[in-house]
């Protein structure tokens, strides 16, 4: 079965050219369907398996999708998404819309603003319920607001068929800033299977079930009180060091031999309880 990373212009080239490099499976790579991209590929035996990476173009021919449109559309709608994960009991920053009322234990709190999408820690402010909802009414017309947490560490954990690939803390240029993102200056640096923090894995894990994603990297935040957040999920999550993309390649290569249908959910203590089997294999 030919394997393609679908992706879009000036979106993941680096990502998919380490993973198809460290597969060993058969993985390509198109941006932006244009005629002859599909190397061939016709609607019977030849016909792919498409790992979407944060590309939601429509697919001119009838392949076998990995993270549909619909799951990647979601994940970029912030407001939509954290709205829905709070509903579903994932443990989020406590967030409200526009004009709702501020809950009396929340008053003194003081409150994050970000418009319905947004990405590398841009477009935000810091200040009272008030002054967010009026900064978003003037700037975007809508979005979400949530009560500013303190944290005091932060973790993207990329999460397949409900089972974790890689987890990689995230050190701040600036640990004051709100946004600790590696477009300001931010690294990530690989955490090792038994410092998995668990706490953290099964709020990314809950997270990746309610948005529907076969694959996605969840940023998790880590409170004062060692209580878990999740931040926001992404359909096309950075894969620059070698170590992730080959991890990336293994649970890519899992699902082109087995198919893309997810794990039963665990709950466990330790890491090897939720590692994806094909990285440890």
Known sequence: MKAIIFRRRKLGKTSADGIIAAATESISQVRNWVPNDWNGATNDEDTPLVFRWGCTSSIPINADVVNPAKVIHWCGNKKQSRLEMQAAGVPVPFTLCINDTVPHEYSNNEWIARPVTHSQGRNMIVGSFRDCSRWLEDNFGDGYISVRVVKV???RVFVCQNRVVWVASKT??????????????????????????????KAAIKAAKVSGADFCGVDVMVAEDENPFVLEINSAPS???????????????YIIQNGKEHFPPVHGRRYTDYIHPAIVS
């Open 172 to 201: 701040p240029a600036n640990p004051s800033d709100v946004a600790w993102n590696v477009a300001r200056g931010g690294k990530f640096a690989n955490v090792r299977w038994g410092e998995w923090p668990i706490k953290v894995i």
């Open 239 to 253: 894969q620059t060091s070698p170590y992730r993309q080959s991890c990336v390649a293994k649970a890519f290569d």
């Open 153 to 155: 560490a932060e973790y």
